[in-house]
């Protein structure tokens, strides 16, 4: 079974401070790993992904994640945290049948101070 | 706009009516997914449809929760006898079949339930 764990409900953070989410995932199967980002009133959207190939990924509003298989995580990080950042963000991974359903992280809610 | 909409956005209900969702996806797309999310967690998966065929029903869709997607286009979600464990965000999803290989699903804003 593939499940993931996010360490941390909330996280506060300056602005112009970086940003570190946690996420480790369980899967028995080389997994497909993802960060969507929901935004307060709207729908959850893709923020990057990792399938195959390099580790390191960049998505949208410079956030990036790293998949460390050594280590079973993959971690959101933002080298500077804006104030437009504020939303919860969603760990998933995908389920490698032919449903490729999305199982989620409980979420971390993101608050970025003044 | 051209994303996925879901109607009502809120849905305040006493125990036992009955309710029902409903999304429209992006037009092309030929996946449609359901999930269910309650305060404090991520969303949990309820359902797919592939086209108009139902492919899967997680075991959080009990008997009283029935879905369509008639002619592969727009889905209902309908809820008999809701119960206020029912109370949730109802999110759709949609996608191409290779776009969700990959995980991108898009995402209405979805619909919430109270039920009193």
């Known amino acids: 079974a593939q499940s993931v764990t996010q360490l941390g409900s909330h996280v506060s953070v300056s602005e112009g401070a970086l940003v570190l989410l946690r996420c480790n995932y369980s899967s028995s199967v080389p997994p497909y790993l993802f960060w969507y980002v929901q935004y307060p009133n709207q729908g959850l959207q893709l923020l990057l992904k990792y399938t195959t190939g390099a580790t390191l990924v960049k998505g949208i509003n410079g956030f990036e994640a790293e998949f460390k298989k050594s280590e079973t995580s993959f971690h959101l990080t933002k080298p500077s945290a804006h104030m437009s950042d504020a939303a919860e963000y969603f760990c998933a991974v995908s389920r490698m049948d032919s449903s490729y359903k999305l199982i989620f992280g409980s979420g971390t809610r993101l608050l970025v101070r003044p | 706009d051209t994303g996925v909409s879901q109607n009502p956005r809120h849905k305040i209900t006493k125990r036992g009516q009955n309710v029902t969702f409903r999304c429209d996806p992006i037009?092309?797309?030929?996946?449609l997914y359901w999930y269910r999310q309650t305060l404090g967690q991520g969303p949990e998966f309820l359902t797919y449809f592939q086209n108009e065929a139902q492919l899967e029903k997680s075991r959080l869709l009990s008997d009283r929760f029935s879905a369509e997607r008639p002619k592969g286009s727009f889905s209902t979600l309908e809820i008999q006898r809701t119960e206020q464990g029912d109370s949730a965000m109802y999110l759709c999803?949609?996608?191409?079949?290779?776009?969700?290989?990959?995980?991108?699903?898009?995402f209405g804003e979805g619909s919430r339930l109270t039920v009193l």
């Open positions: 037009s092309e797309h030929n996946r």
């Open positions: 999803a949609s996608s191409l079949r290779g776009q969700a290989y990959t995980g991108e699903l898009f």
